[in-house]
């Protein structure tokens, strides 16, 4: 926040010196960045706000926390008063608000006969202390109350308005647009805009038209005051590329009972340094304003956060030198929170400012810190496990980017669902949130290709998004698997045998089946279920995917939903006595069709229920002489055991 120390003491009951203001300030949590004395004896301050902070960002809300910091320094907030004429402000204009949910509240006040031309020299040393060029003195004032109070305004030439009225709506798709700094844009449906009858006179919240701009010509005003969705300014603000002091306000949120009275104080100084005669009243289209929110806070609950004993008298003189109303009822304290104060939601909020207004420096230092400390959860014990036993098949752990390009990742989006992706400039090549973390693995050994890796198996466990058919945003943790493939054969039972065993030793004994299965981006694809609930996919890569991240090495993937897995852990065991004769392994050899799977072998053995059979193996498959063509033998080991 960039202050002027003389603008900032005609706030406080007497001046204050420039190592007083910076010393509170820093001490209040505002660090000082740069000073600089300014010729005509002012002094130029920049302290850094934090984002929550957004009260601050003004020269009253500064002058509020140097008067915190110094009961002798009082706070001296303006007085307001406008005189209005007879004529009604609905008489002279409308507004319509097409959208309160980007609008929440839009005020116009309308000042008419005014006369344009160079403002006062008080006002133009305030604004170029702290960088601003003056303008003319319409547009100084609008200046001068947003630095004052934090509540950006905007004033239109009212004879330049199509209609004299105004429409808050979004912008037309490809919607011609001149900002007052001199630069043409082309608008999207997302954007907010303050309209007249034809076009766009004002972007919401980041800049105004160049059409409808106040010069010297300029007879008739429409003073604009209003709130803004946060979110939408910043992004359409980082679309077009344009940033301004309102914008940044804007986006940290402006407080909501400050619209009409920031209108109130422009319209007094206007007509103070412009002349002109007011409209009676003030059109107001949206929300009615919020009543302060009342929080409680437990005297016994702030004193042992803070470590320190503290009576309710004194916590509540902390916390109403900041000017939040408070009261003492019984062992808490109820504290009404001014609007501006958006950051305060909680009680811990509160606690946190008795904290910094008694100062961190007063709290005494204890060495010995009782810690309890909480054993791992099972999920985070499942997840660390299934990591060791990927790594000891060897597999290495990658941490890939949440987006990718559309072209790679648009190929892995679930059947039925649509791509998520943001509309970041900076994000032009990448704008896609991972639909599933394969194309991310299939990046990482594109990586790996090029600097000479071979036989590389890679895994990643993260979130992946896609929208629904309901258009709802899908969100889950996956479990993706890589590995490059030289017998594409051994290579299916490779990852089932890997897959099983991950099953197997994080839950003991379960169900987990493959069955041949069509899916895009795969040649040779296995639906895999565990427990009998689907959870993903792996089988091969097929060529095109392939060529299109540029592998020269043919790859398997397996692409599943990590919860199942975490679900087993841990594993619940049946243990038996043991035995105490040896077991008895029988390996037999079948002759089946081709198109007869494990599967299907492994389910007619163990439907007979072999009696004292203790285990059932997979050995191998053989093809060739003299066996006919269209027929496989399949070995398979018995183990017996009493």
Same mark, same amino acid.
């Given at each position: ?12 009951? @007497? ?47 500064? #002058? ?91 004033? !239109? ?13 979004? @912008? ?22 303050? @309209? ?7 972007? #919401? ?32 603000? /980082?679309?077009?590329?344009?940033? %301004? ?157 949440? !987006? ?51 036989? &590389? ?27 490059? &493939?030289?017998?594409?054969?051994? #290579? ?32 040779? #694809? ?21 060529? @299109? ?27 038996? %006595? ?36 203790? %285990?059932?193996? !997979? ?17 398979? /080991?018995?183990? !017996?055991?009493?």
């Amino acid at each position: 926040m960039k202050l002027s120390l003389n603008w900032l003491n005609r706030y406080l009951s @007497a001046p204050a010196s420039q190592e007083k203001v910076c010393t509170l300030l820093g001490q209040q949590g505002f660090p000082i960045e740069d000073q600089e004395q300014l010729p005509g004896g002012d002094v130029f301050i920049d302290a850094e706000v934090t984002s929550n902070r957004s009260d601050s960002l003004s020269h009253i809300g500064m #002058a509020r926390e140097v008067s915190a910091g110094d009961s002798e320094l009082q706070l001296n907030t303006p007085d307001i008063t406008i005189t209005e004429s007879d004529t009604a402000v609905e008489s002279l204009t409308s507004v319509a608000n097409d959208e309160t949910e980007l609008c929440p509240v839009y005020t116009a006040r309308v000042i008419q006969g005014v006369k344009v031309g160079p403002s006062p020299q008080w006002l133009v040393d305030l604004l170029e202390a702290i960088g601003l060029r003056s303008v003319n003195n319409v547009v100084d004032v609008t200046n001068f109350v947003l630095m004052e109070m934090g509540q950006p305004l905007h004033t !239109f030439d009212m004879d330049k308005l199509d209609g004299g009225k105004i429409i808050v709506r979004r @912008a037309k798709a490809g919607e011609a647009f001149a900002a007052i700094d001199g630069t043409n844009h082309k608008l999207d449906d997302a954007m907010l805009v303050i @309209a007249d009858a034809s076009k766009p006179q004002a972007v #919401a919240g980041v800049m105004g038209g160049l059409d409808s701009e106040v010069t010297d010509g300029t007879t008739n005003i429409l003073l604009e005051s209003a709130r803004f969705d946060q979110l939408s300014v910043r992004t359409t603000s /980082r679309r077009m590329k344009l940033s %301004s002091d309102s914008s940044y306000r804007f986006e940290r949120g402006v407080d909501p009972c400050g619209v009409e009275i920031a209108s109130k104080r422009a319209a007094q100084l206007i007509m103070e340094l412009a002349g002109g005669t007011l409209a009676k009243g003030v059109i107001r289209a949206g929300e009615t304003e919020p009543v302060p929110k009342v929080i409680e806070l437990r005297i016994k609950r702030c004193n042992d956060i803070m470590g320190v004993t503290l009576k309710p008298e004194v916590m509540a003189g902390l916390l109403s030198s900041l000017t939040l109303e408070t009261e003492i009822e019984g062992d808490k304290l109820k504290v009404t929170v001014p609007t501006y104060r958006s950051d305060i939601e909680r009680e811990v909020d509160l606690i946190e400012e008795v904290t910094r207004m008694y100062g961190m420096a007063n709290i005494p230092v204890n060495d010995s810190i009782t810690l309890r400390v909480r054993p791992p959860q099972n999920n985070l014990k499942a997840r660390k496990r299934l990591g060791q036993i990927l790594v000891s098949h060897g597999y290495c752990e990658t941490m890939t980017f949440s !987006f990718v390009n559309p072209k790679l990742g648009g190929r892995f989006v679930p059947v039925g669902n649509k791509p998520l992706e943001i509309g970041d400039e900076r994000r032009k090549s990448e704008p896609m949130l991972r639909p599933s973390l394969i194309p991310s693995l299939m990046i990482c050994r594109k990586g790996n290709q090029d600097v000479g890796n071979s036989d &590389v198996k890679l895994f990643e466990t993260a979130s992946v998004w896609s929208r629904n058919a309901k258009d709802e945003i899908v969100e889950h943790r996956e479990l993706a698997l890589l590995a490059d &493939v030289s017998d594409p054969q051994l #290579a299916l039972r490779s990852m089932r045998g890997l897959l099983e065993e991950l099953a197997e030793r994080l839950g003991g004994n379960v169900d987990l089946q493959l069955e041949a299965t069509d899916a895009k981006c795969y040649s040779d #694809a296995l639906a895999v279920t565990l427990n009998g609930k689907a959870i993903g996919i792996m089988g091969l890569i097929d060529k095109k995917t392939q060529d @299109a991240f540029d592998l020269q090495t043919p790859v398997i993937a397996a692409s599943l939903v990590l919860q199942p897995f975490i679900d087993l852990y841990p594993a619940q065991r049946l243990v038996g %006595s043991l035995s105490r004769f040896p077991a008895i392994e029988r390996d037999l050899s079948v002759l089946v069709k081709d198109e007869v799977t494990w599967d299907q072998i492994q389910e007619q053995v163990l439907a007979t229920k072999p009696e004292f059979m203790e %285990s059932l193996d !997979f050995v191998t498959t053989y093809r060739g002489k003299p066996i006919p063509k269209g027929i496989k033998s399949v070995s398979l /080991r018995l183990t !017996f055991r009493d």
